[in-house]
Every structure is written in structure tokens, then in C-alpha cells.
T-cell receptor, first 109, second 116 residues
Framework: DAKTTQPTSMDCAEGRAANLPCNHSTISGNEYVYWYRQIHSQGPQYIIHGLKNNETNEMASLIITEDRKSSTLILPHATLRDTAVYYCIVTYNNNDMRFGAGTRLTVKP | GAVVSQHPSWVICKSGTSVKIECRSLDFQATTMFWYRQFPKQSLMLMAT?????????EQGVEKDKFLINHASLTLSTLTVTSAHPEDSSFYIC????????????FGPGTRLLVL
């Protein structure tokens, strides 16, 4: 079973920031938070991951709360091509990727 | 980023036949590869984990004699669905990881299997 809770769906206006929350209240001290997304009929695409500190790359930013019980994935300027299912996954050794239902993000013009 | 390919991208076969799906890491050596299955409108479910040169480790409820996995090299893993039946119709996705457990898994584009 997935160790995370995410909203089922979210909408975002094109060009605006998309903030996708994830609760992982039972996360252990050595577990990472990973984010992947899956565009329809494709394999998942890696976005970002972090342990304690906030992380940023060319795709997104990951904000992890100080108690590490929740995190937020931020897409700074959403485009129509960002419409996808976003998965937040908590794992220690990357051997145990358990995908939950994810959040279906719809970016609207 | 790392690239993982799958072949074929889709396949239609008759019930009772076997189907082989290939997963390749194109620009890195994959010490560990994973196979997932995804039914329509559902999330990915891990089927098995394979390390190069070792037998695959199957998740509970996945029949190892039905889903044969061979990870013969650091860039290739194959999944063979033996004696396929209509209920095996699904989207099969592989992923590969380079090196240490903390390294990221990169996913292939998936193979859609339809068993008639």
C-alpha cells in the first residue's frame, strides 16, 4: 500500500503555478520523497526527489516541511503539456516504489 | 536524463501464445530493472525486481512461471508472458536503475498487450 495521500484531482490555469500537495505522515527518517508523472498511455517520468531540504531542478521545485510529514511539488509555470497524473512516492532504497492513485492535474487554457 | 526503451510498443496475440517484451537501458548500465503492470484507470503495480545475473524477485500474487524475467546483461531485461490469456491484457512498463539504491528509477514508454 502507498504511504502517501494526494488529492484525486486538481485544475490549474495555463501559465500559473501548479502546487500539488502530498501527505506522508508516517515517513521514516531515511526515506526519500519522489515525484513522478504519467502522461496518458506513457511510462512514468521522473520529476524530482528529496530527503530533507527543498530541491529545485529545471522541471519543478519540491518543498518538504520541516517535520517531513508533507511536501508540495511546484510547477512554476504550468503548460498544457503538464496535464498528467502526478505520483508522490516515499521510499528508502528505491527498490520499493509503491504507486498510489496520484493526482490528476488538468492544465486549462 | 537516462533513457529506457521498450519493444514492442504494442502487441496483439492469440490466447495461449507467449509474448516477449524487451526493456533496454540506452545510455547507462542498469544493475536493477523492475517490471510493472497497469490496468486501465488504475495505478502501476510492481510485478518483479531483477538484478543482472540473478533470478528475479516476484511480488506476492505474481506467478513466476507465467511471467518469465531474464536480466541477462546490464542493458537488457526481458519479460515473457507465457500462455497468455485475455486477463493478461494490460500495459506493461519496465524501469531501470543505475548503481546504488538511492539512484533514480527511469521508466520505459510501456508495452500495451492485448490478448484475444
Amino acid at each position: 500500500d502507498a504511504k502517501t495521500t494526494q488529492p484525486t484531482s486538481m485544475d490549474c490555469a495555463e501559465g500559473r503555478a501548479a502546487n500539488l500537495p502530498c501527505n506522508h505522515s508516517t515517513i521514516s527518517g531515511n526515506e526519500y520523497v519522489y515525484w513522478y508523472r504519467q502522461i496518458h498511455s506513457q511510462g512514468p517520468q521522473y520529476i524530482i526527489h528529496g530527503l530533507k531540504n527543498n530541491e529545485t531542478n529545471e522541471m519543478a521545485s519540491l518543498i518538504i516541511t520541516e517535520d517531513r510529514k508533507s511536501s508540495t511539488l511546484i510547477l512554476p509555470h504550468a503548460t498544457l503539456r503538464d496535464t498528467a497524473v502526478y505520483y508522490c512516492i516515499v521510499t528508502y532504497n528505491n527498490n520499493d516504489m509503491r504507486f498510489g492513485a496520484g493526482t490528476r492535474l488538468t492544465v486549462k487554457p | 536524463g537516462a533513457v529506457v526503451s521498450q519493444h514492442p510498443s504494442w502487441v496483439i496475440c492469440k490466447s495461449g501464445t507467449s509474448v516477449k517484451i524487451e526493456c533496454r537501458s540506452l545510455d547507462f548500465q542498469a544493475t536493477t530493472m523492475f517490471w510493472y503492470r497497469q490496468f486501465p484507470k488504475q495505478s502501476l503495480m510492481l510485478m518483479a525486481t531483477s538484478n543482472e545475473g540473478s533470478k528475479a524477485t516476484y511480488e506476492q500474487g505474481v506467478e513466476k512461471d507465467k511471467f518469465l524475467i531474464n536480466h541477462a546483461s546490464l542493458t537488457l531485461s526481458t519479460l515473457t508472458v507465457t500462455s497468455a490469456h485475455p486477463e493478461d491484457s494490460s500495459f506493461y512498463i519496465c524501469s531501470a536503475r543505475d548503481g546504488a539504491p538511492q539512484e533514480t528509477q527511469y521508466f520505459g514508454p510501456g508495452t500495451r498487450l492485448l490478448v484475444l
